[in-house]
């Protein structure tokens, strides 16, 4: 089993920033892969970043540029730097965390981007 626990998340004005962070816990070995999703009111949850076991990043185009993913392994966490947040990045934000069994989640954290 793997928990993880967000954190992070809040309310902040457009052009703003926030950081938010899993940490990890359990059997953390045996996870390939970490990445942040998020879901919007009335919209399907989306893959926002995804760092691998190898340090490789993906990002979906709409964060290229404003968003990065990073991860510090001595502390079992990954964080989701946001920069120049935008109203349509307001969105229930989910860690995700990939082993070859299954997929783990974490409770989510509210990121809510107005003026």
């Known amino acids: 089993q793997v928990q993880l626990v967000e954190s992070g998340g809040g309310l902040v004005q457009p052009g703003g920033s926030l950081r938010l962070s899993c940490a990890a816990s359990g059997r953390i070995g045996s996870i390939y892969a970490m990445g942040w999703y998020r879901q919007a009111p009335g919209k399907q949850r989306e893959l926002v970043a995804v760092?691998?076991?190898?340090?490789?990043?993906n990002y979906v185009d709409s964060v290229k540029g404003r968003f990065t993913i990073s991860r510090d392994n001595a502390k079992n966490t990954v964080y989701l730097q946001m920069n120049s947040l935008a109203p349509e990045d307001t969105a229930v934000y989910y860690c995700?965390?990939?082993?070859?069994?299954?997929?783990?989640w974490g409770q989510g954290t509210q990121v809510t981007v107005s003026s």
């Open positions: 760092i691998d076991s190898g340090g490789s990043t």
């Open positions: 995700n965390a990939a082993t070859l069994s299954r997929q783990y």
